[in-house]
């Protein structure tokens, strides 16, 4: 979080803020108080933020991106799947800002290859004590349908 902030502070006049906000410095700075509030605040309580990298498959024969990408995004339900094991947790995939996710300093606070691609944040939380479960899950979506 602090990385993503220290990469806006140097080159939000280039890139913007967020995801591609625009304006003026002063516009920049409400901006930026904000975030950093959020980062002690509602991201905070947070236990881990587990790093999603892409890893491209090296050498000549390779899977096409798309498929890398997809094959990422379903480890990442299956995390979301467990998650749902335990009531007392809470996860969300965050796609994090684009730009401060997609940059060089990111890459190697990640220890990424050039063509690795970070597509975000999973972010595991506790539920506070008390709190109601809120997450819906639509038992149509469980139905399959066979076809020959």
Not at 31 to 50: A, D, L, V
Not at 98 to 113: C, G, I, Q, W, Y
Not at 114 to 127: H, I, M, N, R, T
Request: glycine share 6%; charged share 30%.
């Amino acid at each position: 979080q602090e990385l993503t902030l220290d990469y806006y502070d140097r080159n939000w006049k280039k890139v913007g803020w967020g995801s591609g906000r625009r304006g003026t410095e002063e516009q920049y700075l409400a901006w930026r108080k904000m975030t950093h509030g959020e980062i002690t605040g509602r991201w905070g309580p947070c236990s881990y933020m587990i790093a999603i990298v892409m890893q491209r498959q090296s050498g000549e024969k390779r899977l096409p991106e798309w498929e890398e990408a997809a094959a990422t995004a379903t480890a990442v339900q299956n995390l979301h799947l467990q998650s749902t094991k335990f009531p007392s947790l809470a996860c969300y995939w965050s796609s994090w800002h684009d730009a401060a996710r997609d940059s060089d300093e990111m890459k190697r606070f990640l220890n990424m290859k050039p063509e690795d691609k970070c597509l975000g944040f999973f972010v595991v939380a506790q539920v506070k004590a008390g709190q109601k479960d809120r997450r819906r899950r639509d038992p149509s979506l469980l139905r399959v349908e066979w076809r020959d």
